[in-house]
T-cell receptor, first 116, second 113 residues
Framework: EPEVTQTPSHQVTQMGQEVILRCVPI?????FYWYRQILGQKVEFLVS????????KSEIFDDQFSVERPDGSNFTLKIRSTKLEDSAMYFC??????????????FGEGSRLTVL | AQSVTQLGSHVSVSEGALVLLRCNYS??????LFWYVQYPNQGLQLLLK??????LVKGINGFEAEFKKSETSFHLTKPSAHMSDAAEYFC???????????FGSGTRLQVQP
């Protein structure tokens, strides 16, 4: 069964360092997303991406964050200068269709980021 | 703005008992509503969704949910709990034209033998 894969599963970094989280979406999917979940809090939307452009983003997704599809298979989330409050589980998701009422979001297992 | 509230961060039931996980939504426009399940060390998986068709929605693993506009609710039920149902369950809402899902805080379901 096709699945979304994320690497690394866990990353520990020092405050101020750059981090790149990687995702391989399902191969025929065109719409990509990042969500995050701070421990004990809700899953929060960060950004959606289609056709090499951000299609929607939340207020969390500030200038410290960027996304990229560097090749035909990977989708990355970069945090330029990590803060303690960036510690969270980051989920990548992909879908075949743009409309959530017709297309299911498929989530990866998550990348846990710990900022010290 | 849209939001969902899940009542009860932890629910414990006996195997074979009814499962009822509560979700109330707030939305000024017709909502699309979802239930996702997260098993340990796995990503979120769609259980079922309401997108303005039938108000009683059936999902995977014997779960169903009923959209009640008058009560602004979308509670998740299963007639008979199984040990394998132990997981965290998330209610989520969005609306037409949006791509972002707004999630609730989740309910952890424990199933006792």
């Amino acid at each position: 069964e096709p699945e979304v894969t994320q690497t690394p599963s866990h990353q520990v970094t020092q405050m101020g360092q750059e981090v790149i989280l990687r995702c391989v979406p399902i191969s025929n999917h065109l719409y990509f997303y990042w969500y995050r979940q701070i421990l004990g809090q809700k899953v929060e939307f960060l950004v959606s991406f289609y056709n090499n452009e951000i299609s929607e983003k939340s207020e969390i997704f500030d200038d410290q964050f960027s996304v990229e599809r560097p090749d035909g298979s990977n989708f990355t989330l970069k945090i330029r200068s990590t803060k303690l409050e960036d510690s969270a589980m980051y989920f990548c998701a992909s879908s075949e269709w743009d409309r959530v009422d017709t297309g299911e979001l498929f989530f990866g297992e998550g990348s846990r980021l710990t900022v010290l | 703005a849209q939001s969902v509230t899940q009542l009860g961060s932890h629910v414990s039931v006996s195997e074979g008992a009814l499962v009822l996980l509560r979700c109330n939504y707030s939305s000024s426009v017709p909502p699309y509503l979802f239930w996702y399940v997260q098993y340990p060390n796995q990503g979120l998986q769609l259980l079922l969704k309401y997108t303005s068709a039938a108000t009683l929605v059936k999902g995977i693993n014997g779960f169903e949910a009923e959209f009640k506009k008058s009560e602004t609710s979308f509670h998740l039920t299963k007639p008979s709990a199984h040990m394998s149902d132990a997981a965290e369950y998330f209610c989520a809402v969005t609306r037409t034209g949006r791509r972002a899902l707004t999630f609730g805080s989740g309910t952890r379901l424990q199933v006792q033998p």
